[in-house]
């Protein structure tokens, strides 16, 4: 399967909100929104879990639109952190780097 990497260096092509949306499966939305709702200590519904990629054009999870690194590649006019001096680092992506160390690897394979 062909990656697809976000502004931060998470794989979308290998994210459940991606793939329900481009498989319309309604299961996995429910059972996704369930999961991110106890992850992340807040209310997800099955509605919300719709996307195209975060670089992608068309739907984006909610919470994208508030997302501070997307928002910040977005403003410096970058494609990815990995386009940005800081990506080593910024404390806005050091939680995704610890928490998914491929996102780091993802990044770099895009310089």
């Not at 290998?14 to 999961?35: P, S």
């Not at 195209?52 to 054009?57: I, L, Y």
Request: glycine fraction near 6%; include cysteine.
């Amino acid at each position: 399967m062909k990656k697809l990497i976000s502004c931060c260096g998470l794989d979308c092509a290998t994210c459940n909100a991606r793939i329900a949306h481009i498989t319309n499966d309604n299961d996995l939305r429910r059972k996704t929104a369930g999961e991110w709702s106890i992850q992340f200590n807040s209310t997800i519904t099955a509605d919300m879990i719709d996307c195209a990629g975060c670089r992608e054009s068309g739907v984006h999870f909610g919470y994208c639109a508030m997302c501070e690194i997307r928002n910040c590649v977005k403003n410096k006019g970058f494609q990815t952190c990995a386009d940005c001096s800081e990506m080593n680092s910024c404390q806005k992506i050091a939680m995704i780097q610890q928490n998914v160390p491929e996102s780091v690897a993802n990044l770099e394979s895009l310089k």
